[in-house]
Structures are given as C-alpha cells and as structure tokens.
C-alpha cells in the first residue's frame, strides 16, 4: 500500500489551536485508518507514540530528523499541516502538502526575525506540491505577499464539538457571584485583549473570564493594569484543558473575540456551537467565517464594546431560535467533513 505521513509534532503544545488539530488528527486516524485504502503514518512527539492505537504508524518527532531529513524513511505523500513545522520531507519523490494558517510573522516580527520567517514560509512552499489555505483571507493573504503560479485551495478548519456532559469547572478559581462572559486564545498584542478592560469597568454586573496561555510580556501587562486599575471582574486563568474550556463554553453568558489577526478563527464556531452569542471584531478572517452569525464590532471604544455584548445577550435572551440558528451553522465545520476533503486531496496526491 502507498504511505501517507501526517506531520502532527505541533503535539507538543497540545492546549493551543494547533496542537488541539494535531490532536483531532491523530484521533481521526487512529478510528479510521484501518479503513483507509493507504498507509497512514503519524510523525509526533515521543510521549504520544502508541496513544492512537494499531492502525496506524508511529515516528517519533525527533531533533535528529529536524536536523537531517533524509533519515526518515521514505512516503508517498507527505502532509504538513501548518506552515512552519521543523519537518520537510527531503526525497524529492514525496509529494509534499502544505496547509497555510497565517503569515502574521509578516505582521508581528520584524528585522532578522522577520527576514528568518520569510526564508523559512518561502522554503516551505516552494517544496510544497499542493497548497492549502483556512480561509479565503489566508489565501489572499499569502498570494498578496508571496505570490505564486501554484493553484491554492481552501479547506476550512474543522471544529471538534465538546460533548457537555464531559465538563468540569476550572481548578483556577474566579468569582462565580456574578454571570460571566468568556473569551480564549495566547494572551498576546494579536489577541487585542486590553480593549477589554475599560469595557469590563462598565459592566460590574458581569465578570470576564479569559484562559489561555499567559507567559507574555502582553500578559503581564493586562494583569498589570488589572490590578493597578482595581477591575475587579476580568479574570485571566492561564491555559485550561478541553473539558474545562467545554465549562465555560457551556455557562457563559456570551463569548468575546477582539482579536486582531486570525487565519481562520476557531473559538466563534466552538461558542456557536454552544449557542452562544459571539461579540467580534471584523479583522482578518472573522467576518468570513462569523458571516451573519455574530454582533461585530465596529471599533474598540470601551461603550460600543459593552453596548454590544449586552445587545448580544438580550437579542438572544429575546429570541432563543438565534441560539439554534448559531448551533446549526456551526456544524457546517464538523472534523468529518473536514477531513473528508483531505482524504480527497490525499488520492489526488497519490495518483499522481
């Protein structure tokens, strides 16, 4: 049988978005590749190898690989699944795809760094065969800064739906007296969570629990003015796992995303899912993928901020068949579909 490898080593950080998809592959895999008309091999850290059952192939993400290539053995097809991975296949007749989440290095990094970043995404899809993007602004995106005659596809995300009955309240503790509002993401610039606070000062009535990862500079800056400010209802807990983050989808009164760059945007489809109602900004991606399905705001004014979440609450206090409409739409970006598409890419690849 033909062999396709899947680079899932963005494992290692198994609470951020990738390595929340890396871990919905490996899961899919594991429950279907028996069934598969190829050969599906895994490439991921040490600590997962066996995790996923018998059917498929394990390779453990090594510095040794990263470092020489041409020792991992040879595949027919070879899947990248973010950008900026350490791992390329070396043997010219593997065929190479590369799925695209963001180039907001573009954005975020400057001088060498930025200079770093550009020789490494250009590398990359250069030895791609097949390139994909998470959404149509991705897309333009890369063909405004780096334009190419190889033909770019879009897949969107998949969204894995947390089973409710699966929560558990978070161990970092927060005042559950007044109803909360919840937001997610790495606590950095990009995230656009400052704008938050002055919001928060309007609304005593509600507290704002944001989790993520907060060891940024960014971070301590937020806390920073949490605490000289006295706003007493944001709460940043740090990184969470996925049943509670499944909690606080489930009893949040609304979810809120100032983010200012996203490739895609998963956490509005997860809170849709829930039925919640979704507070966004517009930029990048977000209006592609929140179409007519959430409250966008229009700048980062503290009152237009506050004006609007409670605009998203009433709404759907008023009409509970927007919850519904929300959860239905959110569907559309099931993993199954998801990886359907995938499978299809897979053979193309293969037949060639």
Known sequence: MKKVLIDLSVLKHINCGLGQIAYNYARFFGENAGK????VHLLLPAQYVGAFGDKVHYHKASELYAAFPSLMPGFDVWHSIHQMSRFMPSRKGTKNILTIHDINFIYEKRGHSLQKYIRKFTKRTERADKLLCISNFTKADVLSHFPTDKPIDVIYDGVEFGNPAAEKRPDQPFPTGNRFIFSIGQIKEKKNFHVLLDAMKLMPEYNLVIAGEKN??????????IASERIGNVFLIGPIHNSEKIWLYNHCEAFVFPSLFEGFGLPVIEAMSYGKPVISSDKTSLKEICVNHAFILENFEPAHIAEKIREGIEAYAKDP???TRNAEYAQSFTYQHHMNEYLRIYREMLSK
């Open 321 to 323: 068949s927007l919850a």
């Open 36 to 39: 598969l008309d190829f050969e």
């Open 216 to 225: 940024t500079g960014y971070a301590r800056m937020v806390e920073s003015r």
